[in-house]
């Protein structure tokens, strides 16, 4: 297995193992010194302190299940590390060294619950030594044994503390980042929502938002009784426009007219909306027939004296406005939708740039026409 897919405790546990047995060589060796001990002894613990890091990595390397033998790895070091304190009488220093060791590893990895599992392998170690060879009490180091014991937990102390500080600061930056992500893509939601929602020419909603609202606001009429009117807008002879200054200035045209609506519907709540291609819609939600009849009016009598000037061509025309109301002329959406378009077609018929109330309508004036 390569050692980029092995789990991260593997990995890591392999550096610390084998830090923390280098690092213990100096002050066990020196133990040994004292002790005058034998080569096999010292084969034994070159072993333990060198070979053994790499044998215990290779085999959760190659394990089905690479962390769960890891943290059994961990236990087997302590009852090795038990084993040898045991060996050399408990030396207190270094088994003090070599007990901290072991908690620390094993707090790194299972957390503090799992700290008894460590002391119990540790225990163990001790145990097995004592009922194989007795356990005979030799508390003592040399001074300069002790100094190498204390010097060199201190070292790995503060390399496993500065591996937390380095992963916390990661895991700030990993945060940081993926808040940054997130905020990114809820720009960018919204952006999507704003664009699904509105007409790019104009800026102004588009009839699917408008459908919606519509239904919404409808609702919200029902409950409360607040009037709704709706003015459904249409630019008389827009054909022409098109035809006589070319399809830009009718942009332009189109765009102008969608400013007028815009500065009408800035109270909260109206909207305006491009309909169709130079069809417009108002919803203005808690406005009577009447009132919605004065906006139109005057917003026709505005249009009709506005010059809009494009590529240095002026240009003139005038709008033809439908209004209808609930509850006057129903409370449901397409019903209200189509009675506003009825008096639109009936104000193109009476010759254009006039406003027309659905109820002023002549008996089927437009092929949609349904009964009221
Ligand atoms: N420039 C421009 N023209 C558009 C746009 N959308 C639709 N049109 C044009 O608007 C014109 C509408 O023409 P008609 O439906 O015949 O209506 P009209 O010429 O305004 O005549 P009346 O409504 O009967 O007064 C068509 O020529 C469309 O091509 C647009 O976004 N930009």
Not at 170 to 188: F, N, P, V, W, Y
Request: proline share 3%.
């Amino acid at each position: 297995m390569q050692a980029g897919k092995l789990h991260w405790v593997v990995t890591l546990n392999r550096r610390n193992r084998s830090l923390f047995f280098a690092l213990g060589l100096s002050a066990l060796g020196a133990h040994l010194a004292y002790l005058q001990a034998g080569p096999l002894m010292w084969t034994l613990l070159l072993l333990q302190l060198l070979v053994y890091p790499q044998l215990v990595y290779w085999r959760a390397a190659r394990a089905a299940d690479p962390l769960r033998a890891e943290l059994q790895n961990l236990l087997v070091d302590g009852v090795l590390l038990g084993a040898w304190s045991a060996v050399w009488g408990l030396p207190l220093w270094i088994s003090f060294m070599l007990f901290v060791g072991v908690c620390i590893n094993v707090v790194i990895f299972m957390g503090i619950p799992s700290l008894w599992k460590g002391v119990v392998a540790m225990l163990a170690g001790v145990g097995l030594v004592a009922a194989v060879h007795g356990l005979e009490f030799r508390p003592h180091t040399e001074l300069h044994t002790s100094l190498l014991c204390i010097v060199l937990l201190t070292a790995y102390l503060l390399i496993v503390a500065n591996d937390a500080y380095q992963r916390g600061v990661k895991l700030r930056d990993s945060r940081h980042e993926l808040g940054q992500r997130l905020a990114q893509i809820t720009r960018l939601q919204s952006q999507l929502q704003e664009q699904a929602e509105r007409d790019p020419l104009t800026g102004l909603h588009n009839r699917r938002f408008l459908d919606d609202a519509l239904e919404r606001e409808l609702a919200a009429c029902a409950q409360t009784g607040a009037p709704l009117a709706l003015v459904l807008i249409d630019i008389d002879r827009f054909k022409r426009i098109n035809d006589t200054y070319g399809h830009p200035a009718g942009d332009e045209m189109i765009r102008r007219l969608a400013d007028l609506l815009r500065d009408r519907v800035r109270d909260g709540g109206l909207i305006a909306c491009r309909y169709g291609g130079e069809e417009f819609l108002l919803m203005l939600p808690g406005t009577t027939v009447d009132e919605a009849m004065a906006m139109a009016e005057e917003l026709r009598t505005t249009f009709a004296s506005l010059e809009v000037v494009s590529g240095g061509q002026a240009m003139r025309t005038t709008l033809s406005i439908g209004v209808a109301g609930c509850p006057e002329h129903g409370d449901a959406a397409q019903r209200l939708v189509l009675r506003a378009d009825q008096a639109l077609y009936e104000a193109k018929l009476r010759g254009r740039n006039q406003v027309v109330r659905a109820s002023e309508l002549r008996e089927v004036s437009h092929p949609l026409a349904s009964p009221a």
